[in-house]
């Protein structure tokens, strides 16, 4: 079965600190894909990344900066200079390769970023 | 643009009575969604469409029904059978069914008294 494990229920940090949210899952697959999702206030996720199990290039976008490790099953996720905007709920997912259907999301982190 | 709508954004409802939740995407894309988000919970798979006038049941249907007719409609109904239905529900498309990103609507804040 797959599963997503985020320990952190809540992270509390104020701007400008670095942040990183940890994500490990469990599945028997050898292919699947890992994704991270932002839920804003406003209620919808927003699609961050995706990441294929056979790519373990470490992915910087901006302020965002994703470190996956197969041997921990381990794909973390680090906020550099942290911003008020940043506030947020984040859910790590996990999914089969061929089916969105079978995709499984942690219970997410809730960051506040303070001013 | 393109994007997700769910509505309404809130609704209440009297234990007992069937409830239908709106979503609608322009995006043209194959595969739709619904999830079902509990306070500190992951999201929870209620039912999918790969296609038009196809769809399956997630991990938890029971007391959902859902139908796809045209491509850009996916509608909820969360019935009295449900037990406990108060929770926030999100509607997701993609383009295939396959690993797409996933592209979530708002949601919709269901509360039953």
């Known amino acids: 079965a797959q599963k997503v494990t985020q320990a952190q229920t809540e992270i509390s940090v104020v701007e400008k600190e670095d942040v990183t949210l940890d994500c490990v899952y469990e599945t028997r697959d050898t292919t699947y894909y890992l994704f991270w999702y932002k839920q804003p206030p406003s209620g919808e996720l927003v699609f961050l990344i995706r990441?294929?199990?056979?790519?373990?290039q470490n992915e910087i976008s901006g302020r965002y900066s994703w470190n996956f490790q197969k041997s921990t099953s381990s794909f973390n996720f680090t906020i550099t200079a942290s911003q008020v905007v940043d506030s947020a709920v984040y859910f790590c997912?996990?999914?089969?390769?061929?089916?969105?259907?079978?995709?499984?999301f942690g219970a997410g982190t809730r960051l506040t970023v303070k001013p | 643009d393109g994007g997700i709508t769910q509505s309404p954004k809130y609704l209440f409802r009297k234990e007992g009575q069937n409830v239908t939740l709106s979503c609608e995407q322009n995006l043209n894309h194959d595969a739709m969604y619904w999830y079902r988000q509990d306070p500190g919970q992951g999201l929870r798979l209620i039912y999918y469409s790969q296609i038009v006038n196809d769809f399956q049941k997630g991990d938890i249907a029971e007391g959902y029904s859902v139908s796809r007719e045209k491509k850009e409609s996916f509608p909820l109904t969360v019935t009295s059978a449900q037990k406990n239905p108060t929770a926030f529900y999100l509607c997701?498309?993609?383009?295939?069914?396959?690993?797409?990103?996933?592209?979530f609507g708002n949601g919709t804040r269901l509360t039953v008294t």
């Open positions: 990441r294929n199990s056979f790519d373990e």
């Open positions: 997701a498309s993609s383009r295939t069914a396959d690993n797409s990103p996933l592209h």
């Open positions: 997912a996990l999914s089969d390769v061929y089916n969105n259907n079978d995709m499984r």
